[in-house]
């Protein structure tokens, strides 16, 4: 029996607190959803949220699936109601989705507590209601909520709930951990009981984790290895709480790891694409040290790691990074040693393996700085500038020489800040003296060394200062503590670089920064 990938991103994962998606986002995510070969792409609840209604009116003409089925989510009917009479039925039908998928309660306390209502009504609500859809010619999922917390309360009603579902035509009954509380070993346990108390194939199980133990991804692969088929996630693990399992890793360990074929061929190569893909859509920053996915999942800082990624990447990567769409990368800390440099060097397209004296320069420059508080992981730029003023005949050529800067800051008595710099270079050997204003004092000396640099260099109107960042040292404290900036610029052309400066002073600290960046865009131009 071939796996089910389903996707509940748009669902469930859209519960995760400050995230709401538009109709027009709902559409992108599934479009990017089906690109990474998932099986079933579960939109909404229509009927019962206008957004999600008009999603499923939308989706209808201006979605072109190519592996994913769509899958409306709803509820039973409600108690007392006959089913054909259930508004929030007949909207899942509105819908016109291929598959459908049912909550359904699980625990007999819910039932009495939350539906308030027996536990025979309770049976009689999902027959009626999965008969009735079935018959109507959709696929049914039934997701039995609190299943795992009901199941160790009172297990024959909970596997009653189970045979009910699948003897009504459920194509799957979904197990959720609703309240995420479960570990590994209690999945896999309860699932062994309840098929052996049933008779019920686990092949005919689904599985819904939340991550509220960090055991969702675990939980959810230990129910594949006790046989079940049909798995639940979300992009990016998004949703409730600590939210859910994240469909990327769980597709990645079992794909991976298990060598089970999950995803139709070549689609795993998308997984990191799609994952930032969604989380621009989503407005929520990636995350970096994601499994899989993030931009250090196959990032190597230790020196003794480095040593040995030069003789096999495979000796400290778990698994080819490429094959899920990422890159391995270096970081050049303090922790370096000569590996480390030397394969960053080569990651920017510098040899120093032929020059050991410029590779121990290096090296002992990047300790040195890293010291005083330098950073060079999140800086490429400013530690290809520093390779290249060691490396013989790769020297970059500096665009100007610094004669003096000032900053003024004027807080006027109306309450408005102003600040003005001026700065006085030396440009292919002329004296440029530039004055500029900005929205603070960086801004201000970026704007006038940008004026000063303009005739000379007509490139950099088109370079940008994109984002700007300040961290006061650990260790140094009040007025008198020393800064680290980091600047992202932009060249309007999607590249983009970072640099550092560092100094006890935020403006000179900038200056470094500022200096590196448009340094490094310059020389870039020339390639």
Request: proline fraction near 4%; aromatic fraction near 6%.
């Amino acid at each position: 029996m071939t796996f089910q990938v389903y996707d509940t991103t748009l669902r469930d994962g859209a519960q995760r607190e400050g995230l709401s998606y538009s109709v027009v986002d709902k559409l992108a995510v599934a479009r990017l959803l089906d690109e990474f070969g998932v099986g079933f792409i579960e939109g909404g609840w229509p009927g019962a949220v206008p957004k999600d209604t008009e999603f499923f009116r939308r989706a209808r003409t201006e979605l072109d699936l190519k592996h994913a089925v769509l899958v409306a989510f709803g509820a039973t009917r409600r108690a007392g109601v006959a089913v054909q009479d259930d508004p929030q039925v007949r909207g899942l039908l509105d819908a016109e989705t291929p598959a459908v998928a049912l909550v359904a309660k699980a625990d007999t306390r819910h039932v009495e507590r939350a539906l308030r209502t027996t536990g025979a009504e309770n049976l009689a609500m999902i027959r009626d209601t999965v008969a009735h859809l079935v018959a109507e010619g959709r696929r049914v999922f039934v997701d039995g909520e609190h299943f795992f917390d009901g199941f160790r309360h009172d297990p024959a009603y909970t596997a009653a709930v189970v045979e009910a579902a699948l003897a009504a035509g459920a194509e799957r009954f979904v197990l959720c951990d609703t309240n995420g509380g479960m570990l590994p070993s209690q999945i896999s346990g309860a699932i062994a009981e309840l098929t052996a108390r049933t008779g019920v194939a686990p092949e005919l199980l689904g599985i819904h984790c939340q991550n509220d133990t960090a055991c969702a991804v675990a939980n959810t692969i230990a129910a594949v290895e006790a046989g079940v088929r049909h798995f639940q996630g979300t992009a990016n693990g998004y949703g409730e709480r600590p939210g859910n399992a994240d469909l990327f890793a769980v597709v990645a360990n079992l794909q991976l790891k298990l060598g089970l074929p999950v995803l139709p061929d070549g689609c795993l190569a998308q997984m990191v694409r799609v994952s930032h893909a969604i989380a621009e859509i989503a407005n929520i920053a990636p995350d970096t040290h994601q499994a899989y996915v993030g931009a250090a999942a196959f990032a190597h800082k230790a020196g003794l790691h480095a040593s040995a990624i030069k003789v096999d990447p495979l000796l400290y990567n778990h698994v080819d990074p490429s094959v899920v769409g990422n890159d391995m990368r270096i970081l050049v800390t303090e922790m370096a040693g000569r590996a480390s440099v030397e394969l960053k060097s080569r990651e920017l397209g510098l040899d120093l393996a032929g020059h050991p004296e410029a590779l121990s320069k290096v090296t002992s420059r990047v300790k040195e700085l890293e010291a005083g508080g330098w950073s060079f992981e999140a800086a490429d730029a400013s530690f290809e500038l520093l390779v290249r003023s060691e490396l013989p005949g790769a020297e970059p050529v500096r665009p100007f020489a610094l004669e003096s800067y000032r900053v003024l800051v004027e807080h006027r008595e109306d309450g408005s800040v102003v600040s003005e710099a001026t700065v006085k270079i030396r440009v292919r050997g002329e004296r440029v003296i530039a004055t500029a204003e900005g929205n603070g004092p960086v801004n201000a000396l970026d704007e006038a060394l940008r004026v000063g640099l303009s005739r000379h260099y007509p490139e950099l109107r088109h370079f940008e200062l994109a984002d700007y960042k300040v961290r006061i040292l650990e260790g140094s404290h009040g007025t008198g503590a020393v800064t680290r900036v980091l600047v992202e610029t932009a060249d309007g052309a999607g590249r983009d670089w970072t640099t550092v400066g560092v100094h006890p002073n935020v403006v000179e600290a900038s200056w470094h920064a500022l200096v590196d960046a448009l340094t490094y865009g310059l020389d870039r131009t020339r390639v």
